[in-house]
């Protein structure tokens, strides 16, 4: 079996992890990698100094310099859309960030992008040849990604495509920390949809018990999973006092940042690596004067928690920006302006829609983004270290584009509508609609309103499929190393000893043999 895997970041280390466990239960013939971000893997091959005797590997920001001084050849890049099938070359620059979004995306809302047409068109150029000639090389009979997150990745599924090899992607089922194998890049895996019409699946009374359990759990509490950032978290919430300020924290990360300087390579080619002055600016001090500026501005423009606690709404909560499923599954929204503004036309007249803002863009969406919001017809704020379980209590209707808080609303009885393709869709009309267009927005609610039923069944036949067709692995927070995130249990493990490893590996040989 030869292998190729594309990763960013921490990703490698994952992935490395994965393939030696899989040498030692099968037989393995080529492996190559894609890998993103310099840094990262300048570290690793310190820890790894053979990888690359044993391993093809091709390197993101090597194509990214060549770019630089790269002729783009339109008749080149026309051959491989023809050969391949006509595949879409929007496709990675809309998922990958740092292609389509502002030089400085990482710390504020931009949307002024990081190359020129004519850049990018040099960047495709060189790297349909270079992930042509990893393919050709290495004759792969699987390709894996984790998020499908750079425009790499991308490009990996859609020759995977074109020449008929099998790609699977890695990525969160929003369901405690069950995390899933799936085919392409579409909504639903095909494999999970599998499981859910297959009744003799419904019969695993283990199964039945976990799904009963989280449906409880959830109701009493949220639907947090792992990885997932609490509303609360002291992290993304800016105080107006002197405690904002710590010297001693400040002068720690001064030191941090010069010895970062001291040691840093010459990375002007890697859009994955940020100047750490930059980064220090923004984040020592734009995005907390940004943040007291906003929160002084819309302080008495926030709803109250009385008006939250004594009153019905329709609720739509703000995604990140830039954030993968957007990109991904819901390229018709990247404007949530315009979604919102959408939804306040498609619903009744006298009905209030609160929006909330997500954790994570704290400080660094600019003010006149809420003004915009709120010149929407009553649209309303709500203070985002408000926790969205609290806005769920009084919510009539959630509308989302993607997200876990869908299945949280699903399982506390709220009707949902969701724009983004998403594996929930499986979920029964009466609780959960799927729009695919906004032409029908207005139709779509208002059925869903006149004719929603709980349907308890069909929810634990969806939960059973999802535990059944996934393994659970802390992803983000273990293995992956996200701070400050929620977590599914409290053991900690050295990286390379990591249980989780060994089920992310034996998981990923079964899904090979369901082939």
């Known amino acids: 079996m030869n292998v190729i895997f594309f990763t960013q970041s921490n990703s490698l280390d994952i992935f490395y992890e994965v393939q030696k466990r899989i040498e030692k239960m099968t037989s393995m013939g080529k492996v190559g990698y894609y890998v993103a971000n310099q840094t990262h893997y300048e570290s690793f091959i310190k820890n790894n100094p053979d990888f690359e005797k044993k391993n ?7 194509i990214y310099r060549e770019a630089r001084k790269h002729e783009p050849s339109l008749e080149r890049i026309n051959k491989y859309q023809s050969e391949l099938g006509e595949i879409d070359l929007w496709t990675p620059y809309v998922t990958d960030r740092r292609l389509s979004f502002g030089k400085r995306y990482a710390f504020k809302q931009s949307y002024k992008p990081y190359f020129s047409y004519e850049h990018y068109l040099s960047i ?6 270079r992930i042509d000639d990893l393919f050709k090389s290495i004759q792969p009979d699987l390709i894996c990604t984790i998020y499908t997150a ?7 599924h859609q020759f995977a495509k074109a020449k008929g090899i099998r790609a699977l992607d890695l990525r969160l089922s929003r369901l405690k920390n069950y995390v899933m194998f799936v085919d392409g890049v579409n909504e639903p895996p095909k494999h999970i949809k599998k499981l859910f019409f297959d009744n003799e699946k419904q019969l695993d009374n283990k199964l039945i018990i976990k799904a009963k359990d989280y449906i409880n759990k959830v109701k009493s509490e949220n639907a947090l999973y792992d990885g997932a950032l609490r509303a609360s978290s002291k992290k993304h919430q800016f105080k ?10 400040l002068a720690k990360k001064i030191v941090k940042l010069f010895l970062s300087l001291i040691n840093r390579s010459d990375y002007k080619n890697d859009p994955q690596v940020h100047n750490p002055v930059i980064a220090a600016f923004y984040n020592l001090i734009y995005k907390k004067i940004n943040n007291m500026r906003n929160s002084l501005a819309l302080s008495n423009k926030y709803v109250s928690e009385e008006y939250i606690n004594n009153n019905k709404y329709i609720f739509y909560p703000l995604h990140v920006e830039p954030e993968l499923v957007l990109a991904q599954f819901a390229r018709p929204y990247l404007n949530q302006i315009e979604v919102i503004r959408n939804i306040r036309y498609s619903t009744p007249l006298t009905k209030t829609i609160l929006v909330k803002d997500h954790p994570l863009m704290f400080g660094k969406r600019p003010l006149s983004y809420y003004k915009k919001i709120l010149s929407i017809p009553n649209v309303k704020l709500v203070n985002p270290v408000i926790p969205s379980e609290k806005i769920l209590k009084n919510c009539e209707l ?8 869908g299945l949280e609303a699903v399982i506390k009885g709220i ?18 609609r799927f729009c695919s267009s906004l032409y029908d927005l207005k139709s779509e609610i208002s ?21 059944d067709g996934s393994c659970p692995v802390n992803l983000v927070t273990d293995l992956l190393g996200k701070k400050g995130r929620y977590k599914e249990g ?17 998981y990923l040989l079964k899904r090979i043999n369901e082939a």
């Open 56 to 62: 093809s590997v091709l390197k993101e920001w090597e």
């Open 240 to 249: 107006i006092n002197a405690g904002s300020f710590n010297i001693l924290a």
């Open 398 to 405: 959630l509308v989302i584009i993607r997200g876990a808080m």
């Open 490 to 506: 409290s053991d900690t493990y050295k990286f390379e000893e990591h249980p989780h490893l060994d089920i992310l590996s034996d």
């Open 124 to 129: 495709m150029d060189i790297s349909l040849g």
């Open 415 to 432: 009707p949902v509508v969701c724009l983004g393709k998403t594996m929930f869709e499986l979920l029964p009309k009466s609780m959960y």
């Open 150 to 156: 750079t425009f790499g990745d991308c490009l990996g």
């Open 447 to 467: 059925d869903l309103l006149r004719n929603y039923e709980f349907d308890e069944k069909a929810l634990i036949k969806y939960l059973i499929s999802v535990m």
